[in-house]
């Protein structure tokens, strides 16, 4: 049986994180974070996708997630729950930590592609669908309790969610790939 009550609340969790990885495409950077660097397997750190106008644009669209969550919350109906909720409370404290663990995870999950020799918008499956999701999680679970339910929804409905997310970049013309 889906435990809807369960899943409303991982949602409401990661929405900062989601919109953050989801629309930093949107932040054309022309400053990459690896400087051009060489890691010691003579590949770049991270690849010409990266950049300090991407990242710290993501951790901006983290906070102004959780800002309108924080704003909309005393609106919403959760109170009228039949079960009790467990719903996190918003701060940009929190959309900040989301989006800098977005962007941090999705950087690592670079950072390991090419050491796997995978270019710049080759597939890696799993990985480029949960290295930001783990970022996020991570750097959240500094201040709230992270549920074991809402980790294992959030694995589960993440590359679904990431998938579709994908395809309307690509076909808005916003992603150079479809994954």
Known sequence: MIDVFTLIESIWLILPAYAANGLVPLFKGKH???????????????????????????????????????????YLPFDQSPVTLTIVEMTPLLGFLLGFGAMLGDLMGSFIKRRLKIERGGKAPLLDQLDFLVGALACSALIVRIKIEWVVWLFILTPIFHLIANR???LLKVKSVPW
């Open 168 to 170: 309307i970049g690509y």
């Open 32 to 74: 990459v974070m690896d400087g051009g660097k060489k890691f010691i397997d003579r590949m770049r750190l991270f690849g010409d996708g990266k950049t300090w106008e991407g990242f710290i644009g993501g951790c901006v669209i983290g906070v102004l997630i959780a800002t309108i969550e924080m704003l909309a919350f005393p």
